[in-house]
Every structure is written in structure tokens, then in C-alpha cells.
């Protein structure tokens, strides 16, 4: 099985300024996140920057980069542009992984692209077992209902599904073990299907959650889920996602930077 993982990296972020070139266990973050994506055994590993000194960095460390459009509304649109530019085919499949995810398991990474390659559907993503209630009622932990056959049937930054008795919440037992979800931000598209989610206008539901992938279900497309069981160090949106990332990185063999 073929496939290209492509890296959404944009400089500008709201919450971590330049998040993707601030050092992990001496690179870049965006060059461990690429150095991730080698591992899963994708063929071609490209970051899609929106700024040259990401480009620059990434020559540096001897990876393929190129420049996009810094309008794009989301990663999966900028991903559409990288691959227009790098001539993909229209049955290639994509792998999205975001340039904030150091700690991301190449293994899931490969799985995700698998289950495309088998799935009736356009896309595949990935999510994990919920654990704690604080975590359902977490806004910035995207939650995933689940259809028996593996399909998404929705995604929210609001705790679902629930059970009517339990709400509100009243302890800390996280209700109806077993049920919830959280979403991974990591996708596998058709590059057909890429090009056709990048000329599509953002839709309601999309604009309501923040969630891009809620302009695939609205368009009656289905996404179909691969259930791992083990949670991977999460991504980086904060100065504290910064620092739990890195403690996790001070316990293994760190790579080695260039000047």
C-alpha cells in the first residue's frame, strides 16, 4: 500500500505564536512531526507550509516542502493546494497529520491510510477511548459518535452521545463506560475527493463547531473511524501542551539537530 503524508504547518498560530519551529527535544516541531510520518512508511512525506521560514527549515534538515497560500481556511484546504503542486494523482491516498503533532504513533499514521484503502468512503480518521469526564466535557477534546459499522455519525466539541439521566453531570464517574470517543485530527482522503472538499464553501455546522470535518458529513459523504485503543501524546495548542510534550520527549534518545 502507497501513500503520501502531506503536513499542514502554518507560522502563524493564535495561542503559540510559531508553535511549529519551537524546539522539541532539539528540532523543530514540525521536523519531528515529519520525521513521524517517515516512520509510518509512507512513500512520500511533504510539509505544506504557509510561510518560507518553515520551507527553509525543513531543506535544512534534508525534507521536501513547499510554499502555500497563507488565505486557506483550514489544513485540509491547504493540503488540496500542496497537492495540486506536487501533481498527486487522483486516486493517491493522503494522510493529513498536523504539524503540531510531535507524539503522533507512526503506526496510526499507516492504519488510518489502510483502512481508506479498504473503506467504502472518501476519507478516514482515527479516534480513542474517553477515560475521564473531564475530558468528555472538554471543548478543545473533539468527541465522535460512532455507527456500528465504523462510520462517523457526528463530531462536536460537546460531550456526545449522552445519556438522558446523567445531565448535567453530577460526579466524576465517567457515565456509560465504553461509549465515547475522541476524535484524532488525522485524516486519509482520495486526492479527487481533497480537491473536491477545498471548492466547497464552509458549511453550517462546520462554522458552528470549528470542525472541518463536519463539511464532509453535510455533504452526505461518510467518514469512516479507525479505533485505536491507545491514546498517542496529544498535539500542542498551549504553552503547557508545549512542555507536557517535551517531558515526554526527555525520556528517549534524542534526535540529533543540525546547526
Not at 31 to 48: D, F, H, I, M
Not at 76 to 101: H, W
Not at 155 to 160: D, G
Amino acid at each position: 500500500m502507497n501513500f503520501t503524508v502531506l503536513i499542514p504547518a502554518r507560522l502563524a498560530s493564535t495561542r503559540l505564536p510559531g508553535k511549529v519551529l519551537l524546539d522539541v527535544a532539539g528540532l523543530p516541531m514540525v521536523e519531528q512531526v515529519r520525521r513521524r510520518a517517515l516512520e509510518s512508511g509512507a512513500e512520500r512525506v511533504v510539509v505544506a507550509a504557509d510561510d518560507p521560514q518553515i520551507v527553509e527549515r525543513i531543506h535544512r534538515f534534508g525534507g521536501e516542502a513547499v510554499l502555500t497560500a497563507t488565505t486557506h481556511r483550514c489544513g485540509s484546504e491547504r493540503l488540496a493546494e500542496a497537492a495540486r503542486l506536487l501533481g498527486l494523482g487522483d486516486e493517491e491516498i493522503v494522510v493529513n497529520l498536523q504539524g503540531d503533532e510531535p507524539g503522533m504513533d507512526p503506526a496510526l499514521i499507516r492504519a488510518v491510510a489502510k483502512l481508506l484503502a479498504a473503506a467504502p468512503a472518501p476519507v478516514a480518521t482515527v479516534a480513542v477511548p474517553i477515560q475521564k469526564t473531564e475530558e468528555l466535557l472538554d471543548p478543545h477534546a473533539v468527541k465522535v459518535a460512532l455507527a456500528g459499522d465504523g462510520r462517523a455519525l457526528y463530531f462536536s466539541r460537546a460531550p456526545i452521545p449522552w445519556r438522558r439521566d446523567d445531565f448535567p453531570p453530577t460526579s466524576t464517574t465517567l457515565p456509560a463506560p465504553g461509549s465515547h470517543w475522541r476524535h484524532l485530527g488525522l485524516y486519509a482522503y482520495r486526492q479527487a475527493f481533497l480537491q473536491d472538499y477545498a471548492s466547497w464553501p464552509a458549511s453550517a455546522l462546520e462554522d458552528m463547531e470549528a470542525l472541518e470535518q463536519l463539511r464532509i458529513l453535510e455533504r452526505g459523504y461518510s467518514i469512516f473511524v479507525h479505533r485505536a485503543q491507545q491514546a498517542p501524546v496529544t498535539g500542542v495548542d498551549t504553552a503547557d501542551d508545549l512542555e507536557r510534550v517535551r517531558r515526554a520527549f526527555a525520556a528517549r534518545q534524542p534526535s540529533t539537530a543540525v546547526p
